[in-house]
């Protein structure tokens, strides 16, 4: 008698685990379940990338200072010498157009523009 009820009771036991472990599993394979899922996936990836691209910008910083001391950029001005020269701007010299192109004949002539969408 203690024998079946004994296994009468392991079988139910077991019944119910196995009924509850099923129906987690269906409750985690909802289509809900699921976009919630793949929501917090992808923004834990989201986090990770930028923490990528923060450390990406600190090493780039780290490194751009230490080529800039090892180039003597970053290094203080002498006052002793010239300032630095700078590059003066000309103004192009402005081309005369003849009145009249029949009386051109020479190829050559540097005084008015053969490109055409000059003017336009």
């Known amino acids: 008698m203690f024998r079946r009820t004994f296994w009468f009771t392991a079988g139910a036991a077991a019944g119910v685990w196995a009924t509850t472990k099923v129906n987690r599993k269906l409750k985690q394979l909802t289509p809900e379940s699921l976009a919630a899922r793949a929501a917090d996936k992808a923004l834990e990836a989201g986090h990770r990338l930028k923490d990528f691209a923060l450390d990406v910008r600190d090493g780039m910083a780290e490194r751009e200072a230490e080529l800039g001391d090892a180039l003597g950029v970053n290094a203080p001005v002498d006052p002793e010498l010239p300032a630095q020269r700078r ?15 029949a009386n051109t ?3 050559t002539d540097t005084t008015y523009s053969y490109n055409r ?4």
């Not at 969408?117 to 336009?120: K, S, W």
């Open 87 to 101: 590059i003066a701007l000309v103004q192009p010299a402005t081309k005369k157009h003849p009145k009249s192109l």
């Open 105 to 107: 004949t020479d190829a």
């Open 117 to 120: 969408n000059e003017d336009h």
